[in-house]
């Protein structure tokens, strides 16, 4: 069963400026201690930027690839100096996963929220890329599956006990993969990139399956999701007719429900089941 809130964006009415979206959309998340896979640009940076504008404490761990050319993380420390650390994290390479653990334990302790927002959409080879499946190179859906599915894996997996510090006390932690979900890949809207959409079916795959085992174990206090950020105006490829959204936006919407999941937690399981998540 899919597990992904899939938000469907639809045209905004003329009275959807009267919805204001300010910090109290996100208190639940205020004096927590959040971490952002894939901070360098797009949603993951954005992700970074309203977690500390709309909250009054609590620290934020961006975490990136190259932390040195990551000029908008680099601005954002510049401006919230005492609540954001950066970290190197390359995702095939497994001891820079390690290292942001053991910084994040030493320094704080626990992590209340957890949200992998990177993806690999291709891999150029000889100047062309994946788009069917007869020009699909190996090296490039393994790069695919590494970085979008193996990855995330991973990284919660190594910072599960930090969670899972975070999920105790009467607290909340929360896991979160952004991906497509199985029954968007399966409208075949997007189907224009195999290494990505096969490599986002593995996530999802992979977030139901951490789902369903804390949901047996009956660990409390801790959940792990999947969140659909819609099709963003910066995507590399997207379908006519479709409504493209700005990241700032979609982020106020994915944040605005991760509120949600913090303030009714025994409604999680039952949400996070659903196929649909309509927000508007």
């Not at 961006?62 to 954002?76: Q, R």
């Not at 497994?94 to 030493?106: F, G, L, P, Q």
């Not at 209340?112 to 959409?121: D, E, G, K, M, R």
């Amino acid at each position: 069963m899919n597990s992904i809130m899939k938000f469907k964006f639809v045209g905004c009415p003329k009275s959807f400026s009267r919805f204001r979206m300010f910090s109290s959309e996100i208190k639940q998340l205020d004096g927590s201690v959040s971490m952002v896979q894939g901070a360098s640009r797009g949603i993951g940076l954005e992700l970074v930027k309203q977690l500390l504008e709309k909250t009054k404490e609590g620290h934020v761990v961006a975490t990136c690839s190259n932390p040195s050319v990551a000029t908008g993380l680099l601005e954002l420390k510049n401006k919230f100096a005492d609540r954001l650390d950066i970290h190197r994290l390359h995702l095939t390479n497994y001891t820079t996963i390690e290292e942001t653990a053991k910084a994040v334990e030493d320094e704080y302790g626990c992590l209340n929220l957890l949200i992998n927002a990177s993806a690999l959409i291709s891999i150029p080879h000889g100047g062309h890329t994946d788009k069917t499946l007869s020009g699909i190179v190996r090296a490039s859906l393994l790069r695919c599956f590494e970085v979008n599915a193996i990855g995330p894996f991973r990284v919660i997996q190594s910072m599960w006990p930090l969670l899972r510090a975070g999920g105790t006390d009467s607290k909340f932690a929360i896991a979160a993969n952004i991906q497509r979900s199985a029954e968007s890949i399966g409208t075949n809207d997007l189907r224009c990139w195999p290494s990505y959409e096969t490599s986002q079916s593995a996530l999802n795959d992979l977030t139901n399956v951490w789902r369903d085992e804390l949901e047996q174990s009956k660990e409390d206090g801790i959940k792990c999701t999947g969140l659909e950020a819609g099709v963003i105006d910066a995507c590399v490829s997207h379908p006519q007719g479709w409504r493209l959204l700005t990241k700032e936006y979609s982020v106020r919407m994915l944040l605005r429900e991760i509120n949600n999941m913090v303030k009714r937690p025994e409604n999680t399981a039952a949400y996070s089941k659903r196929r649909r998540c309509y927000l508007i």
